[in-house]
């Protein structure tokens, strides 16, 4: 399959450490946030998604954290497995709009056994 | 089909023929958009629609660019007199509808112009 993210940051982390991924988004009128895990030949997959009425949420494994005052989105990966080992982007946009995404650099993470 | 389902998964073709990619978006699915993503890049947005309208085809690079969903499911990307700059993977997104709803995306059409 295709290769996602060949010049792309990386982060490497220990099997079972937690991850945290970054993301500066550009939009001020953005107010809904998603992350997407890209792996190889593979198109997008949502994670989680926040609006920006919240600063944190919750799902299986995963935590997004906002920060609207620096425009800052992160992802939180409790227990990184080698599974999660993926392109990870995240993607703004304005429920005010026509909801196309804009998306992020990505970033890709390798989970070292 | 469970997911957003895109034909054909590999397109190789040489400068100047037009090209078709097709997308089948999740059932019910009323809003659908096309992107296009190079290698090692964020999807980029091309073209929206609400169920069959095309609300936003801002992302369109050029007039050789076009797109329907007449039906407000099956939507088809056409390119004319396609150039080598063309060359992408093209991805389709639905989702539920327009408001809150995260897009779901297909695993796209990678188009090679010779």
């Known amino acids: 399959g295709e290769s996602v993210g060949l010049h792309l940051p990386t982060l490497s982390v220990q099997e079972g450490d937690n991850s945290i991924i970054n993301c500066a988004y550009s939009?001020?009128?953005?107010?809904?946030f998603i992350w997407y895990k890209q792996e190889s030949g593979k198109g997008p997959q949502f994670i989680i998604d926040?609006?920006?009425?919240?600063d944190k949420r919750q799902g299986q494994r995963v935590t997004v954290l906002l920060n609207k005052t620096v425009k800052h989105l992160s992802l939180q990966i409790a227990a990184t497995q080698p599974g999660d080992s993926a392109v990870y982007f995240c993607a703004e946009t304005s429920t005010s709009g026509t909801y196309k995404y804009i998306f992020g650099t990505g970033t890709r993470l390798k989970v070292l056994a | 089909g469970a997911g957003v389902s895109q034909s054909p998964r590999y397109k190789v073709t040489k400068r100047g023929q037009d090209v078709a990619l097709r997308c089948d978006p999740i059932s019910g699915h009323v809003s659908l958009y096309w992107y296009r993503q190079a290698l090692g890049q964020g999807p980029e947005f091309l073209t929206y629609?609400?169920?069959?309208?095309?609300?936003?085809k801002s992302g369109l690079p050029n007039d050789r660019f076009s797109a329907e969903r007449p039906e407000g499911s099956i939507s088809t990307l056409t390119i004319q007199r396609t150039e080598q700059r063309d060359s992408a993977m093209y991805r389709c997104a639905s989702s539920l509808e327009q408001n809150n709803q995260p897009q779901h995306f297909g695993d796209g059409t990678r188009l090679s112009i010779l």
């Open positions: 939009n001020s009128a953005s107010d809904y």
């Open positions: 629609f609400n169920y069959e309208a095309q609300q936003d």
């Open positions: 926040i609006r920006s009425n919240m």
